[in-house]
């Protein structure tokens, strides 16, 4: 029964993308199932939490092949969360790409590769296998390849060309780091890794392949200085895509950091963590202080996320509950915000006409209400009370002072400052400043149907809204990740839920 | 045995790098598609080698009576054969459609999605005064 139900968050998205390419030519039944599956996908992440707070970790075998043998799908506070994030973004994504995705991409196959995608991506949540971590991400991989071509624009290609090389490398090391894993330890299953890793006798080899993991998650989840392939890629594709590319992919990659540097490589904290502390700082810097060099909305937000995935790392590497607790609640955080922009800047383009900030202006004056929608996310991003980024900020500083590691602490809040500048920036020459052809926006050839603009505005109203409620009643979400974060640094209840219980 | 694989997996992947440094898409595919298979090498080799032991179970027993090879390795290299030629088949193409859209195959050149400032046109001419003329191979 339990391995039935962890195997929901694959079952359903592959469900959702099977039924969608069946569906053939009827783009309305289409739509309709890639909608519904993405509102199930959610209803599963809750689920699952509450299954998880009931009955603590849950574990399906898969095949009945009893763990470390099998596959072992373990599901925790953590992937139960990630899950219920992931199902978010994917109920609010596929209803606003019902106005936005063009009618050709979604003839050639739009709403099976996002549900393949989010397929992709819980599995990877889910999983408590090395190798089968490795094949979710190819299973993710790929379908982000063709989504990212979907269209196939001159600029599309560039972009492509660079995302694809750059994660093929991140595969390769991820593969190479899994076979020498395998070679000192004999066993992939992550749980019995844990305990395997303190008997290997050359513990500086595991040193040497926990880097290796280092680099291959630090390539996808745009790490400095391995996150080049972001800011080329994510503003070409349709911004749906560009939307669920920057809530998930790099999140996947987080995420195995926290999963791998929890559980399995403990064994040389200093060394290791204060690796991650310094590359956190310097990928929150180098990624805000690239996002105030561009002046293209999508372009500005891609070098936003890589600011803020160094906050996510700085919270892991500094390694208390804390620190932990702050990491988890800032990916929840991060993932709704940073959606919402992306949708927010679609929402723009389709108001004015371009992505570039010189040659749009006048939403303020004609569009107060997608003003606001901008805003609360933007301060939400910068940091600013009482939204979510406040607390999550607030979390991670406190963690910090907590140990004394006063630079990070000062670099985070140096980052939430330059932070307001990039979003300031976007204000003034969007939504303040009058449109340079003077063309008032929304009217004439930049008109959107009303149709068009309640599934465009809903999902960013409803994220909004998420955000603000996080902010305000934040208790819950804190306690939340605190057990998630408990649950993390005491690994031996992982282990006990996966191998039983040892003498 | 390991030894000889494992300065055989050393040379690959030193070969690979070599290409995957060059400015041209194609080469630096053949260097990935070469990287892939040092990988799946490593992990053969990493998964220790047994000589002329099947895994075979012999009729009428539960478990093997003698040592035999590790099966395991392989399955994880044929699972990653199956993925790697998926990805790069796809990554081929791709670099195909860039040739015939963007009409180069040299990445410098490739700067649809992230068009060159003024500020760093005048940085790279200076950069070029300075290192001397670039090879232009195709």
Redesign the interface.
Known sequence: MTAWLVALPILVPFVTAILAFLAGGSITVKRWISVAGAAVLLAVGLLLIHQVYQHGILVGAMGDWPPPFGIALVVDFLSAIMVAITGITGLAVAVYALAEVDRAEEHVGFHPLFHLLLGGVCGAFTTGDMFNLYVWFEVMLISSFALLVLGSRKAQIDGAVKYVALNLVSTVLFLVAVGLLYGMTGTLNMADLHLTIPQVENQGLVTAVALMFIVAFGIKSALFPLFFWLPAAYHTPSVSVSAIFSALLTKVGVYALIRVFTLIFTQDVGYTHNLLLIIAGITMLTGVLGAAAQNEFRRILSFHIVSQIGYMIMGLALYTPLGVMGAVFYVVHHIIVKANLFLVSGVANRLTGSFELKKIGGLYKSQPFVAVLFLVPAFSLAGLPPLSGFWAKLVLVQAGLEIGSYLIVATALLVGLLTIYSMTKIWNEAFWKSHPDAIEPGTGAVALSRRDYILLTAPIAGMAALTVIIGLWTEPFILLATAAAEQLLNPDAYVNAVLGARP | MEVVLSVVVGIMVTASIYL?LGRN?VK?LFG?IL??NA?NL??F????LTWGSPPLIPEGALVPITDIANA??QA?IL??IV??F???A??LV??Y??YQ??GTVD?DE?????PETEFAKKASRAWRALSGPRDRAP
């Open positions: 995957m898409l630096f990935l990287l892939s990988a490593a992990i080799t990493s998964g220790r395991l390795p994880l699972t990653a993925i790697s998926g990805l790069l796809f990554a791709l670099a459609c860039a859209e963007l990445t490739m700067r649809i999605a992230e």
